[in-house]
């Protein structure tokens, strides 16, 4: 299975990814699209805070390291226009079922200025009575001051970057947080209400083994998150210039990665957790596990989702919004966004329109991302589009069924449990526009 694991996939949070997008769809696409909205369709709210006050040497987000408010402030600023803009262009009093603050730190400005921009979005926009607010933070700079402004506002679940306890693969990424850090980072939420809590964790780093891998689950386990997102480090130093300050002799290689990632997960399952998807665990009583059980996971640019809105709003640096025609993406560059956005203009600069054949192929990417099946014959029908054509473009399919990791019968395509660490890989089997599998 070892080429399956080399090969560089997309990890499918979208289809298709942004590789594809293109600048000829743009501002004008994008203004079109969201009047085209209909008014009643509930839909998610996306804000991207692209600051931290140190760099982690694995980070492969675009973010500012500051260590001044300034730049905070003025960001947040050009990003309340923004959200101005975008109600103008968007039905009035959307009503909106999740909101979520990315980073970045999102937590990283000042509990006045979070509270002021939750008050702003629900002037725009008509928060659901179950809406769920989500914010990732980062447990060395929390504060007790941001605990009661996520109170006040309404946060009910939160995201702590965690990654290892390991201090030794905490020094070679340049990520130093204590054990009790994280603890009373996890404590201060729960005694603010929210209890809502997830951890990241990562396998793949460098100096990491199995048995550290392990233990930084255990520890993790013992503080009882209802959710951990494990993910796999993916090293590309010619895209991500601060990852070049990482020993590369000192990662994994891919064997030692997929032992890694089976004890992490075979640890989390032990202690009760569920495994959900690719990457993902929950607790039985979570609502990822609960939309599992009952068909009802999703795959969004977020990972993975309860959330069965079809459309989501992105604001902020390099954010993408999901719109009904297709996907829009807004500048990377802070500097870019911020001219677009003072000249009264939507700071689009790029997307794509899907066709009807995108659309059946993502359906087919989301339930096999999900539930590491999919019904391709069922999926084609509910989208009145012949399955032979889907099937004659997957031809590395043939070869994962050989390898056996996957079975296939009259169109239904099963991962096999042992194998879905190489979920992306059938996955990819569907995505005609790679070109970068192995043979």
Same mark, same amino acid.
Request: with cysteine.
């Given at each position: 299975?070892?080429?399956? /694991? ?7 949070? $979208? ?12 501002? *004008? ?22 600051? /931290? ?14 260590? #001044? ?37 999102? !937590? ?33 700079? +929390? ?21 290892? +306890?390991?201090?030794?693969? @905490? ?27 997830? +951890? ?26 209802? #959710? ?13 210039? *601060?990852?070049?300050? $990482?020993?590369?002799?000192? &990662? ?32 039985? *009583? ?9 068909? #009802? ?11 069965? /809105?079809?459309?989501?709003?992105? +604001? ?13 993406? *807004? ?18 600069? @790029?997307?794509?329109? &899907? ?9 087919? $990417? ?11 014959? !069922? ?16 031809? #590395? ?30 996955? !990819?089997?569907?995505?005609?526009? &790679? ?5």
């Amino acid at each position: 299975m070892t080429k399956y /694991c080399e090969a560089h996939l997309p990890w499918y949070t $979208i289809y298709p990814t942004v590789s594809q997008f293109s600048p000829a769809v743009g501002a *004008n696409a994008s203004g079109e699209w969201l009047r085209d909205m209909p008014a009643d369709d509930t839909v998610s709210l996306y804000l991207h805070i692209p600051f /931290c006050r140190s760099m982690c040497w694995y980070c492969g987000f675009p973010v500012s390291i500051t260590r #001044r408010d300034a730049s905070v402030l003025n960001y947040l600023a050009v990003l309340r226009e923004e959200i101005r803009l975008v109600s103008e262009q968007a039905p009035q009093g959307l009503p909106v079922s999740d909101v979520h603050f990315g980073g970045g730190t999102p !937590a990283i400005m000042p509990p006045a200025e979070f509270l002021a921009l939750m008050e702003l979005l629900r002037s725009y926009f008509a928060f659901k009575k179950a809406i769920t607010v989500a914010v990732e933070i980062d447990p060395r700079t +929390f504060t007790s001051e941001m605990a009661e402004a996520f109170e006040s506002a309404g946060v009910n679940r939160a995201s702590l970057g965690v990654q290892s +306890f390991d201090p030794t693969v @905490q020094q070679a990424i340049n990520r130093v947080q204590t054990e009790t850090q994280v603890a009373a980072a996890a404590e201060n939420l729960r005694r603010h209400g929210i209890v809502r809590i997830n +951890f990241d964790l990562m396998y793949g780093l460098p100096h990491q083994t199995v048995q550290s891998c392990v233990q930084s689950a255990k520890t993790a386990v013992a503080m009882r998150p209802q #959710r951990l997102a494990v993910f796999g480090y993916a090293h590309v130093p010619s895209y991500r210039k *601060n990852q070049r300050l $990482i020993e590369e002799a000192a &990662l994994p290689d891919m064997a030692a990665r997929a032992e890694q990632a089976a004890a992490v997960a075979d640890t989390l399952v032990s202690a009760g957790y569920r495994q959900i998807g690719l990457d993902h665990f929950a607790l039985p *009583n979570d609502e990822l596990a609960l939309a599992q059980k009952a068909g #009802r996971l999703r795959r969004n640019s977020l990972g993975y989702s309860a959330d069965t /809105c079809q459309m989501l709003i992105g +604001f902020g640096a390099s954010a993408i919004s999901r719109l009904g025609e297709g996907y829009v993406q *807004n500048e990377l560059a802070q500097s870019s966004y911020t001219r677009h956005i003072s000249a009264g203009h939507l700071a689009t600069s @790029q997307g794509y329109r &899907l066709t009807g054949e995108d659309r059946v192929r993502a359906a087919i $990417i989301e339930q096999l991302m999900c539930n590491l099946e999919a019904d391709v014959p !069922a999926i084609c029908a509910a989208h009145e589009f012949a399955p032979i054509p889907i099937f004659d473009s997957a031809g #590395r399919l043939a070869r994962l069924a050989e390898d056996g990791v996957v079975d296939i019968a009259n169109g239904f395509v099963r991962v096999r449990q042992e194998h879905r660490f190489v979920l992306r890989a059938v996955a !990819a089997a569907f995505d005609p526009y &790679l070109d970068r599998l192995p043979d």
